[in-house]
């Protein structure tokens, strides 16, 4: 089964460790997944916090478990991120990735306010 996953909730919120633990079952039970950071989960994906702990999603684990992982361009560079302070695993992206990501998921999950 493919899972695609929408976080829009900051590192701060309990929506990040939600979303880690259904991805790693997921994972763990064989099932292809999908996780697009848009909002204030674009701060997730920065390299201090996924690297230092500072967010619970455990976004390096996911994506080496196999885990696809995007990010909305427009709402990173609103939030003043840019390449040099996003983790280079993460695919920065736009709002039609995220459709055709919604379109090839079997079952989609939003977390925060969108």
Known sequence: MKVGFLLCSSPESQDGFTV????????????????????????H?????????HSTLGLPRLVERGAKVALCAVT???????????DPRVEI?????????VKAADRFLAFGEA
């Open 45 to 53: 994906a920065t390299r201090t916090a996924a690297t230092a702990g």
């Open 93 to 101: 992206s736009s709002q039609y990735e995220l459709s055709q990501m």
């Open 76 to 86: 990173a560079r609103a939030r003043g991120l840019g390449e040099a302070e996003l």
């Open 20 to 43: 880690g633990r259904l991805a790693d079952g997921l994972l763990s039970a064989g099932h292809s997944v999908s996780l697009f950071l848009m909002d204030d989960g674009v701060y």
